[in-house]
């Protein structure tokens, strides 16, 4: 059965911390995004990467950073969290290629307090 | 770019009837491919539904098909014989493929209610 796996379900952090969310992946797939979901925004592109060490910005990268040392895992920081990224944070991957299906982890939802 | 436009933000069906969900799009491309991804309360997204842009036909998976209007830059979801376990948000998305990856750009979704 194959899997993406978010680190954490659930995470309240206070503001100004540094956040950490991980991603791994087990299909061996190029493509790894970070989306931010919210009520009435669906889902919004935050960074992805196509190949190890390698990543774009997406439509909302302010405030965030990625990486991506191993092609399994794919990390979204907060460099300095902000009330306004209390959120619900997807993880997907998929393999290169036009109309290839995504693979979404369970989702993190962070509270930042 | 390209945008996906979703609007019915909620939507309610009795269970066993059919219901459909609204997806418009904006794209210059000729050949791309559009999506139906389903978002249950345990919040794992997986893919319903696939369309190819290129084929004629609408694409069906069981209870689900699409009406896909190139034209009209329409890509309609029908749920036949609605079950609760239906209960879900759904998401249109457009695979935007930019040579180096694709990645998806979506709608703001449908919360679907299926009634007993």
């Known amino acids: 059965d194959v899997k993406v796996t978010q680190s954490s379900r659930y995470l309240v952090k206070r503001t100004g911390e540094k956040v950490f969310l991980e991603c791994v992946q087990d299909?061996?797939?190029?493509?790894m995004f970070w989306y931010r979901q919210d009520p009435g925004l669906g889902l919004r592109l935050i960074y992805f990467?196509?190949?190890?060490?390698?990543?774009e910005k997406g439509d909302i990268p302010e405030g965030y950073s990625v990486s991506r040392e191993k092609k399994e895992r794919f990390s979204l920081i907060l460099e300095s969290a902000s009330t306004n990224q209390t959120s619900m944070y997807l993880c997907?991957?998929?393999?290169?290629?036009?109309?290839?299906?995504?693979?979404f982890g369970q989702g993190t939802r962070l509270t930042v307090v | 770019a390209q945008t996906v436009t979703q609007s019915q933000p909620e939507m309610s069906v009795q269970e066993a009837e059919t219901v459909t969900l609204s997806c418009t799009y904006d794209t210059s491309e000729n050949n791309y491919y559009l999506f139906w991804y389903k978002q249950p309360p345990s919040r794992q997204m997986i893919l319903v539904i696939r369309q190819e842009a290129y084929k004629q036909q609408n694409a069906t998976e069981n209870r689900f098909s699409v009406n896909f209007q190139k034209a009209a830059k329409s890509f309609s979801l029908k749920i036949s014989d609605s079950q609760l376990g239906d209960t879900a948000m759904y998401f249109c998305a457009f695979d935007d493929y930019g040579g180096a990856t694709n990645k998806l750009i979506f709608g703001t979704g449908t919360l679907l209610a299926v009634q007993p």
């Open positions: 990467s196509y190949d190890v060490k390698m990543k």
């Open positions: 997907a991957s998929s393999s290169p290629g036009r109309g290839t299906e995504a693979f």
């Open positions: 299909m061996d797939h190029e493509n």
